[in-house]
């Protein structure tokens, strides 16, 4: 048994790795403050007697009493319905929040994992997206809260390695989805299911020809799970490299629900990148990682969710 402690555990992928490691016989300690988290999302492992919740801002500092084997750090805002309407938060989490959970991973030499993203690349002039490609970001734009945010703790993280001999992994993560988003959560896959299964208009920003490549929330949890038990420290891109319009998905939506939704157009948000795919060929070579579940599938499974969710039938 590992001891394994994981910040924003209330969070979407937070709660699916935390559900994942206490089934597996390790003892979880999970750090939230809800400020985008969910109680519900920890309904199914909440009871579990090597589960430990703590109801706290990792920002404010962190004491934990006896050995941690591994410090992941997944407490931010993701979404940009969520950073922005939290810009201070989430560059605080990012940097303070960093900062301390890699002073904890130092004094248990604890293996340190941070959750970064696919939006270190900004709006790429690059694609697909590799691991050495170093980005195109407005820093002083709305989304550059989250962008730089993660810039900086993916720097913050190197420098621990570099100076303590820290073990650490960066995992860049690109859009997932599945169950447990919540309904309001403001990203593409949320926002279109919502919209129809409730026949509300499905709104596309911009023409719909930006793309997007979307994993599945179980792939991406084997995915972490072989980056933290691995020997590799540096970032690594964990996406699903199938690509696609925001057009197209919004119309599978549509035919996946039997929606009578119509599509509607809006203004295209500042920054919004107009493609993201991910160069997995690290994570395969190293990692043995490539993700498996297919699009349809895992949309099917999100909708039943949703559907649940919304007391829809």
């Known amino acids: 048994m590992k001891t394994i402690l994981i910040t924003g555990v209330a969070g979407f992928i937070g709660s699916h790795l935390a559900e994942t490691f206490v089934g597996e016989g390790h003892r ?6 809800f400020l985008t ?8 492992f909440r009871r579990e007697k ?82 050495d490609y170093w980005g195109n970001v407005n820093p002083v734009g709305p989304r550059g809260v989250y962008d730089e945010a993660k810039r ?23 859009n997932t989805y599945g169950p447990r988003m919540r309904l309001n959560d403001g990203r593409a896959i949320p926002n279109f299911i919502t919209q129809a299964l409730t026949e509300r208009p499905i709104t596309v920003f911009g023409n719909g020809s930006q793309t997007r490549s979307f994993g599945y929330i179980d792939d991406l949890v084997e995915g972490i799970r ?8 540096e970032p690594v891109n964990l996406g699903n490299p199938r690509e696609m319009s925001l057009l197209d998905l919004a119309k599978k939506v549509i035919e996946l629900t039997a ?10 948000p500042q920054d919004d990148p107009k493609v993201r795919c991910p160069d997995i060929r690290l994570a395969r070579k190293k990692l043995g990682w490539e993700p498996k ?13 949703f559907r649940k969710a919304l007391g829809r039938r």
């Open 28 to 33: 979880v300690i999970g750090i939230d403050n």
């Open 37 to 44: 988290g969910t109680e519900g999302n920890l309904a199914l």
């Open 50 to 131: 090597h589960f430990v919740f703590i109801q706290q801002n990792v920002c404010d500092g962190i004491e934990i009493s006896g050995p941690v084997d591994y410090v992941l750090h997944f407490a931010s805002p993701a979404s940009p319905a969520d950073y922005l309407n939290y810009p201070i938060q989430t560059l605080k989490v990012g940097s303070l929040g960093t900062h301390n959970t890699l002073g904890l991973a130092k004094a248990k030499r604890a293996a340190y994992l941070l959750a970064s993203t696919s939006e270190v690349y900004g709006d790429p002039l690059a694609h697909p997206q590799s691991e």
């Open 152 to 174: 900086f703790a993916e720097a913050l993280t190197m420098a621990y390695q570099r100076v303590h001999q820290m073990e650490t992994k960066i995992a860049r993560i690109f």
């Open 226 to 233: 072989k980056l933290l038990f691995s020997s590799l420290q």
């Open 259 to 268: 929606s009578k939704s119509e599509i509607v157009f809006k203004p295209l």
């Open 293 to 305: 579940v297919k699009l349809e599938d895992g949309l099917q499974i999100t909708v039943a969710y």
